[in-house]
């Protein structure tokens, strides 16, 4: 991705319109550097979970480079919107998650979307429906 951003630059492309999809678990300085070079780039970020239940979903995501990546492209006006994937793992703790977004992220959409496969993680299967409500 890194090459394909590099050839729009140098090619003088750098005013296209680009959405990357990211679990920001790693931000190389050279990709901070160039962001910035490129004023219509914007990153949707694909969250599951609040700290160590994100590192558990998207291991080895660790959380405190997630979140210092996540203020890196806020701070650079390069954030989009947060993904989430509702499933099995997730489904009893999206409060924590959507506060947080709510707390530090009052401004940026979050979109969901249910997992329908593999089947044994589909959030439905959660086994204790009264915790979910």
């Not at 996540?70 to 919107?81: R, T």
Request: some cysteine; glycine content about 2%; proline content about 5%.
């Amino acid at each position: 991705m890194f090459n394909f951003v590099e050839n729009l630059k140098d090619e003088k492309k750098s005013t296209l319109g680009i959405m990357i999809s990211t679990n920001a678990a790693v931000f190389n300085q050279d990709l901070k550097l160039i962001i910035n070079q490129f004023p219509r780039m914007r990153f949707a970020v694909s969250i599951d979970g609040f700290g160590d239940l994100n590192y558990y979903i998207r291991w080895p995501s660790a959380w405190e480079k997630v979140e210092n990546n996540i203020k890196f492209l806020q701070e650079q006006n390069k954030l989009s919107h947060f993904n989430t994937t509702v499933s099995i793992y997730n489904i009893n703790h999206l409060y924590e998650f959507y506060y947080w977004v709510d707390q530090e992220y009052p401004e940026i959409p979050c979109f969901m979307k249910l997992i329908n496969n593999p089947t044994h993680q589909v959030p439905w299967n959660y086994p204790n429906h009264a915790e979910v409500k």
